[in-house]
T-cell receptor
Framework: QKEVEQDPGPLSVPEGAIVSLNCTYS??????FMWYRQYSRKGPELLMY????GNKEDGRFTAQVDKSSKYISLFIRDSQPSDSATYLC????????????FGSGTQLTVLP | GAGVSQTPSNKVTEKGKYVELRCDPI?????LYWYRQSLGQGPEFLIY????????DSGLPNDRFFAVRPEGSVSTLKIQRTERGDSAVYLC????????????????FGPGTRLTVL
């Protein structure tokens, strides 16, 4: 079983919809949680960075972390066709290990 | 300013050949990471440098893989005796430093090198 599980989709929604993306994880040592967006044939681009449990909002994006359930979410409001991409959750511990552990990504298509 | 750059963007080689993949991090970033991304998967960690030294190479799959960063800036990932299973996108990322706040340890990724082993 992978340390980080993410539904691969694909997920298709109409423009303007609210999108919910989720990841679950098994390693309770994870303390830092990120969401990256990856367009086709491009490198991942950081969207949200959160520490420990709680919510963080940035424009149309809201990240939620529930450490007690080992569950993180990304919400996209008023989705746009330009949001069509693969969304990757990533996390790391607070120890000496600096590498990120990624989910497998969810492919999102926002239809105009 | 310039982001992380990687060359070549695509590399096709034959089984058994040697390849080198180059990464130019963001200027001033002291931490550099290599990841490998297979089709339909998220990136998987290979190795991390803090300055010139490899701080963690636990993700390298075997001794055919090696990476260097001799002057603490550009890094080269080297793969000997390539195998078809090495085909993937190799991603490089850099951060201002490792640890600390989100500002300092956010990893910025390059576009990757798509390696195909025939």
């Amino acid at each position: 079983q992978k340390e980080v599980e993410q539904d691969p989709g694909p997920l298709s929604v109409p423009e303007g919809a609210i999108v919910s993306l989720n990841c679950t994880y098994s390693n309770s040592a994870f303390q830092y949680f990120m969401w990256y967006r990856q367009y086709s044939r491009k490198g991942p681009e950081l969207l949200m960075y959160t520490y420990s449990s709680g919510n963080k909002e940035d424009g149309r994006f809201t990240a939620q972390v529930d450490k007690s359930s080992k569950y993180i979410s990304l919400f996209i409001r008023d989705s746009q066709p330009s949001d069509s991409a693969t969304y990757l959750c990533a996390m790391r511990t607070s120890g000496s290990a600096r590498q990120l552990t990624f989910g497998s990504g969810t492919q999102l298509t926002v239809l105009p | 300013g310039a982001g992380v750059s990687q060359t070549p963007s695509n590399k096709v080689t034959e089984k058994g050949k040697y390849v080198e993949l180059r990464c130019d991090p963001i200027s001033g970033h002291t931490a550099l990471y290599w990841y490998r991304q297979s089709l339909g998967q998220g990136p998987e960690f290979l190795i991390y440098f803090q300055g010139t030294g490899a701080a963690d190479d636990s993700g390298l799959p075997n001794d055919r893989f090696f990476a260097v960063r001799p002057e603490g800036s550009v890094s080269t990932l080297k793969i000997q005796r390539t195998e078809r299973g090495d085909s993937a996108v190799y991603l490089c990322a850099s951060s201002l430093r490792s640890g600390g706040s989100s500002h300092t340890d956010t990893q910025y990724f390059g576009p990757g090198t798509r390696l195909t082993v025939l």
